[in-house]
């Protein structure tokens, strides 16, 4: 099978860094021609993920997404979901066809509020047959690392997705398979907006006991948010383990690893800064910040409990400030 990654960012570096330490040839789509020549050079990305190295008979790297897409068989979507469309729209409308797309895009597509599929669905006739979505908990640091991590492989046929993700498979990789399509994207899409929500906590100077607090309350509101969403597309008897890793774990991690941009970003909201001064601060997409919106949004047609979501939203969009905020988050956690 012939991979594609569209995207150079950091999430993007990591996947391309467990494709090829097992073996697998990448087709690599990178904007930047001037990054293209020092990673052939040097062999390693010059601003994501320094410490990751590669073997360059392995990659072919292109400024050319169209020739990216033609070559590949399965392709990675590693872009930050603010550039999604920006990206694919230079594609014809059947270059996608008879592809496997893996989506390693941690959001929803912000000018139509969809998760990826259902952009792709509407614009290119893709089916969900051929759609599976990457997730973690796995921070790219420390795959660059090497230290032992777990990534979660979901899509709607068991058996395909279990063979792609065999493809991942490294001594410090291992891979879930689960058949949650939708739920899985939408956890990862709120747990950074929770995770933002605990940085602006510790930027404020709360402690690690209001913090678990809030995480454990989090997690019962993510939890709830599914469920209703399944029940509003005909599956009330939802079975679905949410204390399983690519849900409560991931949470767990983004709420407080130091390696999350979006705790890192909330932080710094915490302590004063306002929105446009933290992203030029962070320089990297905190995936929480457009997310708090999107869910926001949806869930006006949802209808979920969502006090905390809801909380850090007009905190981020309404300018509510951080610690009023969070002295209304104080009376809705039990």
């Not at 999430?11 to 990673?39: F, V």
């Not at 747990?191 to 989090?218: M, P, R, T």
């Not at 849900?247 to 130091?258: A, E, I, M, N």
Request: with cysteine; hydrophobic share 45%; aromatic share 10%.
């Amino acid at each position: 099978m012939q991979f594609g990654i569209i995207g150079s960012g950091s999430w993007a570096t990591a996947l391309a860094k467990i494709i090829t330490d097992n073996g697998n040839t990448i087709h690599w789509w990178i904007r930047n021609t001037d990054s293209i020549a020092y990673l052939q050079k040097r062999r390693h990305n010059p601003h994501y993920l320094s410490a990751a190295y590669f073997d360059t008979a392995l990659l072919h790297l292109s400024a050319n997404i169209r020739e990216v897409v033609a070559a590949s068989d399965a392709l990675v979507i590693a872009v930050p979901s603010a550039y999604v469309e920006e990206a694919l729209q230079l594609l014809p409308q059947d270059a996608l066809k008879g592809k496997k797309i893996i989506s390693a895009v941690k959001g929803i597509l912000p000018s139509e509020n969809q998760l990826l599929n259902l952009y792709l669905e509407k614009h290119y006739a893709f089916p969900i047959e051929d759609y599976f979505a990457v997730l973690g908990p796995c921070h790219a640091e420390e795959v660059a690392a090497e230290k032992l991590s777990y990534l979660t492989f979901s899509g709607s046929d068991e058996t395909t997705t279990g063979k792609i993700a065999s493809c991942f498979n490294t001594e410090y990789l291992n891979t879930v398979v689960n058949t949650d399509v939708w739920g899985v994207q939408y956890a990862a899409v709120l747990k950074n907006i929770y995770a933002l929500g605990a940085g602006i906590a510790h930027g404020l100077e709360y402690g690690d006991n209001f913090l678990s607090v809030y995480i454990a309350n989090g997690a019962n509101e993510m939890v709830g948010f599914l469920r209703k969403l399944n029940a509003d597309k005909g599956e009330p008897n939802d079975t679905h383990n949410y204390a399983a890793s690519v849900y409560l774990g991931d949470l767990l991690v983004t709420c407080y690893s130091l390696y999350s941009r979006n705790r890192t970003f909330g932080n710094m909201i915490g302590k004063g800064y306002s929105v446009k001064a933290a992203q030029l601060e962070l320089n990297m997409v905190a995936e929480g910040y457009n997310a708090s919106k999107c869910i926001h949004l949806m869930n006006e047609k949802v209808n979920a409990p969502m006090p905390i979501a809801s909380a850090i939203f007009e905190i981020l969009w309404e300018q509510l400030p951080a610690a009023d905020g969070f002295k209304k988050i104080e009376t809705f956690l039990v």
